[in-house]
């Protein structure tokens, strides 16, 4: 029996959607984290081939264009990443005791919740934010998650780019209310 050999995926399809976009998800990914705090357990490679799992599992075809594959990377990425917290919280409150040592690493330990907090009260903000208007949370999920720009996010929701810096200015207004 002839072995099969691997070839390269099909054209428009997700594993080359993320072959293309490959090093932009890193990038992305190393801002989700860095904007999260120190560390929510996962590093940017670990975050990237997570969402690659969670969007081939979830997703039976190549999305239609990049900025809407980028806008549904950037969703699964802030999905991981509020998931990693809630579990770490979880276990935090009674499951798996944190054991710690005399050293320096406990003033780094001590401050990781707060930046675990912060991350639960931005997604919190986001779901409100969709509640009052559904594509201004689009707009900052596809700016601030997917790293997205004002012209992609206006071809991606079908609307004008200044539209999307108005969305952008006003979701920012309620979001900071909202987080203070």
Do not use: C
């Not at 990425?77 to 917290?85: K, P, Q």
């Amino acid at each position: 029996m002839d072995e099969l050999e691997p070839g390269p995926p099909p054209e428009g399809s997700l594993d080359e959607m993320f072959a293309t976009a490959y090093n932009e998800l890193r990038r992305l990914a190393r801002s989700r984290l860095r904007d999260g705090g120190r560390n929510t357990v996962l590093d940017t490679t670990a975050l990237v081939h997570e969402t690659y799992l969670r969007v081939s599992r979830s997703v039976s075809t190549a999305l239609p264009d990049r900025p809407r594959f980028l806008v549904y990377a950037g969703k699964a990425m802030r999905s991981i990443i509020v998931d990693l917290v809630r579990q770490r919280q979880t276990e935090r409150h009674g499951g798996g005791a944190l054991h710690l040592t005399l050293t320096g690493d406990v003033l780094e330990q001590a401050a990781l919740p707060a930046a675990e907090e912060h991350i639960l009260r931005v997604h919190e903000a986001l779901q409100e934010l969709a509640g009052v208007d559904a594509r201004m949370a689009q707009v900052v999920e596809m700016r601030y998650f997917a790293g997205l720009s004002d012209a992609e996010i206006a071809s991606a929701l079908d609307v004008g780019e200044r539209t999307v810096r108005r969305d952008w200015e006003h979701a920012r207004l309620l979001l900071a209310k909202a987080l203070k």
